[in-house]
């Protein structure tokens, strides 16, 4: 499975965190930035991640910056991805189980590194449900 990861600079710390534990897990990670703590503008990076999904390049993708916030509204821009902010492992767990998400976001800033690799794995490990949930993801996707 291949992972998109990209964050601003408030979110880079945190990305390299759960990089490398996503590498210990054997993913295959493909970085789209940032790499400095210079500031960037989040949307950049936001759909550089989301258009990595949406377009076959990555499996799954993850996005970072100070709280998660900015990043997420600009990933979800990209039609076809359903990017979930979470900041609980139940939060991670209900965005996959019910929504589908393909992307998580998360908040360098607001996120222990912790408790955002147990997001991570929670997220990663659960499985979408189907059922009534596909068709309000097939209604998402068709927005």
């Known amino acids: ?17 759960v990089k490398a534990h996503l590498a210990e897990r054997g993913y295959k990670i493909v970085d789209l930035g ?5 500031s960037v ?13 949406a377009g076959g390049k990555a499996d799954l993708g993850m996005v970072f910056c100070g709280t998660g916030i900015g990043i997420s509204i600009a990933a979800n821009k990209v ?6 902010l979470c ?14 998400a ?3 976001a998360l908040g360098g800033r607001t996120t222990p590194a912790d408790l955002a690799i147990e997001i991570t794995d929670t997220w990663l490990d659960s499985e979408f449900e189907g059922g009534r949930h596909l068709r309000r993801t097939n209604m998402l996707d068709e927005m």
């Open 79 to 84: 039609k076809g991805v359903r990017c979930a």
């Open 34 to 38: 940032t790499d400095t703590p210079d």
């Open 87 to 100: 900041t609980s492992v139940e939060m991670a767990r209900l965005a996959k189980q019910h929504n589908n």
């Open 1 to 17: 499975m291949i992972i998109a990861v990209a964050s601003d600079h408030g979110g880079l710390e945190l990305k390299k965190a």
């Open 41 to 53: 503008d989040y949307p950049v990076y936001g759909k550089a991640c989301a258009e990595a999904v």
């Open 102 to 104: 393909n992307v998580l």
